[in-house]
């Protein structure tokens, strides 16, 4: 991975309770670029993330809300968070489900900014 | 209606898990050589007879570059079209090599497939018996063995 | 149309095994050429009789015959084989509905939709017998979500099915379009019990969606109900959050009033 993606993505995973964070192509669902804390299978996030962004698209839409920018699911032992940047590519983090979710939305949404 | 069939039953539940996961319209699960073990999706023979003729020749092509270039066999490959993408995948077993072709479309992507081809390749591993001991094949057995293969895959 | 007809049925001479016939039967059916169509439909379930688009397509041509109750059980089996076969319950629904079985129309129109929401006959199938419904109802059914801020912005209670239940979505130009939203919330769901399972997140709790014209909470109410609540872009997430559980208190003081 470059040294610029690295960094970009370390600025996520620095917050605490950030098992991982990525760069997906949102259209293949394929991974760019991934710094991901052991066990967290990084193909895995980015096909389902990008998925699941585009299953709420569908949803956002019709609800006459337009395409999303910011998505997070909360689960009870985690959580997937997700900002589209430009140029088809969305930032990915995972989480602990206690994670700062305001701090991390806006590292990735920084994170969207600093690689368009 | 699309349903999934075998040659061996041992292969349909994981291929029906694998088309349903990753949203495969078309998918079809063979040796290298281009003989089928199941398909899901197809409703004529002659389609699934020239998709696995074009597959094996697409996996030997690819094989051949990847001696060239002094590297292991590619584990998969994936085509992205307009309506359709396709992945041509392939990876071992305990009866040797299998390759798995599957066709989707825009509400699928190359990561959904990739990783469920992932899970489906692991599955047809753990299901897969150990091999058969080998047998010597006579004209009339194939002839008699390939009706018995496209019976099995279509319901006939 | 000749034309088409005869080419269908020269690759149909050419190939007994094509798919070919599908469209040809659909042809003849919409000519009128209703003796026609059945011959088609029948050779071709000879040489396809896994094919349900086949039998979807006889149940049609059974119902230009008036044979109604044989296109009925055409399309039941249909549905034993593929429970999300769109036409089989278009074709349902629309038997319930001649029926005068609006209740019954509507579910399958709704299960219809879910299979494919970007249909638009579906829709207007649906819109039409929602309207016929809507005027023999004497009384409304109760708004779950009376007197909520912006309630008719966009607060809807749907099944797991894809099915609305209460509450109202307005798209863009303010077109009611709850129907469709439900439809893709089943979508929804399904992806993230996906993703949570697969990524060990453990049970999804919510999901907030941040939009370019609006903000939009998923949750949970019950084991067999969702809802959605949108909002526009200039209410923070945190406030929707609150919002979206007063709704689900809301929502399952209705259904639990629905059980009794």
Known sequence: MSGRFQGILDTITRVRGVRGAMIVACNDGLVVADSLMEGVRGNAVAALASSLIKHAANATAASGAGAPQFLHLQGSRGALLAVSGRSEILIVAVAEPSVNVGLVRLELIRAAEAVN | MTRTYAVDPWVEKPLATFVDEAGARLALLMTPAGQVIAQHGFTRAVDVMAAAALGAGIVASTGEVAKLLDEPLFSVLNHQGERHGILLGGFDTPRGRMVCLAVYGPESSPGIVQLFFEEFSRDVRDACPAPEAPKQVLAADFERELNESLSALFRT | ?260
């Open chain 3, 1 to 260: 149309m000749a034309d088409d007809v005869k080419r269908m049925t020269a690759e149909l001479v050419r190939d007994p095994s094509s798919l070919v016939f599908l469209r040809l039967g659909e042809v003849l059916r919409a000519d009128g050429q209703v003796e026609a169509a059945r011959k088609v439909a029948l050779t071709g379930l000879e040489r396809h009789p896994d094919l349900v688009d086949a039998h979807d397509l006889y149940a049609r041509i059974l119902v230009d015959a008036d044979d109604v109750e044989h296109a009925r059980r055409v399309w039941n089996g249909v549905l034993q084989l593929d429970p999300r076969h769109q036409g089989a319950h278009m074709g349902v629904g629309f038997l319930h509905y001649s029926r005068g079985d609006l209740d019954a129309a509507l579910d399958h129109l709704e299960l219809a939709l879910a299979a494919d929401p970007t249909n638009k006959s579906v829709v207007q199938a649906l819109h039409a017998v929602r309207d016929v419904a809507e005027s023999v109802v004497s009384e409304e059914p109760e708004d779950a979500f009376a007197g909520f801020e912006g309630q008719d912005r966009g607060i809807l209670l749907v099944d797991r099915q894809g099915r609305a239940l209460n509450g109202n979505v307005l798209g863009t130009e303010g077109r009611d379009t709850k129907d469709e939203v439900a439809a893709h919330l089943a979508g929804v769901t399904q992806e993230m019990e996906r993703t949570a399972r697969m990524l060990n997140l453990g049970e999804w709790k919510w999901l907030i969606v941040e939009a370019d014209n609006g903000n939009a909470h998923l949750t949970p109410p019950d084991a067999a109900s969702l809802l959605w609540v949108v909002r526009d872009r200039d209410m923070p997430s945190g406030r929707l959050a609150l919002l979206a559980d007063r709704a689900g208190a809301a929502a399952r003081t209705w259904l639990e009033a629905q059980h009794l």
